[in-house]
C-alpha cells in the first residue's frame, strides 16, 4: 500500500527566512507526488506536482519540492516566507490510474512577522 | 458560476438520523470524490466515481453510500449518522483518470463542516 509521511505537524518561522516542510513516501513503483495547500476554512489548491518529468520542481507563490528517489523524499521549500503563507500543507502521493491520492498527516506553517 | 461547490457548509446532526451532502462541479469532470478529514489523519477516500453510474470504495467507505446519475452531481448520504462521523467532508473533481505519467489535478470543493451530536 501506498503511504506518505509528513515529519511534522508544525513548522514556525519567521517572515522572511527560508520554509522548508518534509515528506517522505513509501515507494513500490515510481510515485506521483504533489504539494497541496489549504488556507483557514477553505479548500485544497495544488501547489505543485511530480509526475516522473524533472526532480525539481516549480510550484506556484515561490514554492518549489525536489524529488530524491534514493531517499524516497519531496521536500516543500521557499526561499522567503510571507505572512500569506501561513497555511496547512498536504504531502500526496498516487501510484495507479484510478485517481487514488493518499494524504500525509498535513502541516501546519506558522509564519511570525 | 464556474466551479464545484458543496451544500451545506455546515450541518449540526443528531446520531441515527440521514444526512445527505451534496457536491455540483460544472466543468463536466469525469472523476469525481469524496474525501474526509480528520485532524492528525491528512484526507481520507470515502468514494469515488469515475463516471455517471460508475462509484467504486475508497479507503474509508463503512456508513456511507453515494450515486451518480448525473455528471455534475455527486451526493453523499450518511444513512444513519453517528459521532465518528463528525468531520469536514470534501469533495472534488478532475478531468479524467491517469497513469503515473499523466496525472490531472484535482480541483476540490470548500468542505462541508459535519457535527454529529
Known amino acids: 500500500a501506498q503511504s506518505v509521511t509528513q515529519l511534522d505537524s508544525h513548522v514556525s518561522v519567521s517572515e522572511g527566512t527560508p520554509v522548508l516542510l518534509r515528506c517522505n513516501y513509501s515507494?513500490?513503483?515510481?510515485?506521483?507526488l504533489f504539494w497541496y495547500v489549504q488556507h483557514p476554512n477553505k479548500g485544497l489548491q495544488l501547489l505543485l506536482k511530480?509526475?516522473?518529468?524533472?526532480?525539481l520542481v516549480k510550484g506556484i507563490n515561490g514554492f518549489e519540492a525536489e524529488f530524491k528517489k534514493s531517499e524516497t523524499s519531496f521536500h516543500l521549500t521557499k526561499p522567503s516566507a510571507h505572512m500569506s503563507d501561513a497555511a496547512e500543507y498536504f504531502c500526496v502521493v498516487t501510484y495507479n490510474a484510478g485517481n487514488m491520492l493518499t494524504f500525509g498527516g498535513g502541516t501546519r506553517l506558522m509564519v511570525k512577522p | 458560476d464556474a466551479g464545484i461547490t458543496q451544500s451545506p457548509r455546515y450541518k449540526i446532526t443528531e446520531t441515527g438520523r440521514q444526512v445527505t451532502l451534496m457536491c455540483h462541479q460544472t466543468?463536466?469532470?469525469?472523476?469525481m470524490f469524496w474525501y474526509r478529514q480528520d485532524l492528525g489523519h491528512g484526507l481520507r477516500l470515502i468514494y469515488y466515481s469515475a463516471a455517471a453510474d460508475i462509484t467504486d470504495k475508497g479507503e474509508v467507505p463503512d456508513g456511507y453510500v453515494v450515486s451518480r446519475s448525473k455528471t455534475e452531481n455527486f451526493p453523499l448520504t450518511l444513512e444513519s449518522a453517528t459521532r465518528s462521523q463528525t468531520s469536514v467532508y470534501f469533495c472534488a473533481s478532475s478531468p479524467t483518470g491517469s497513469g503515473r505519467s499523466s496525472y490531472n489535478e484535482q480541483f476540490f470543493g470548500p468542505g462541508t463542516r459535519l457535527t454529529v451530536l
Open positions: 466543468w463536466s469532470h469525469s472523476y
Open positions: 515507494s513500490s513503483y515510481s510515485p506521483s
Open positions: 511530480y509526475t516522473s518529468a524533472a526532480t
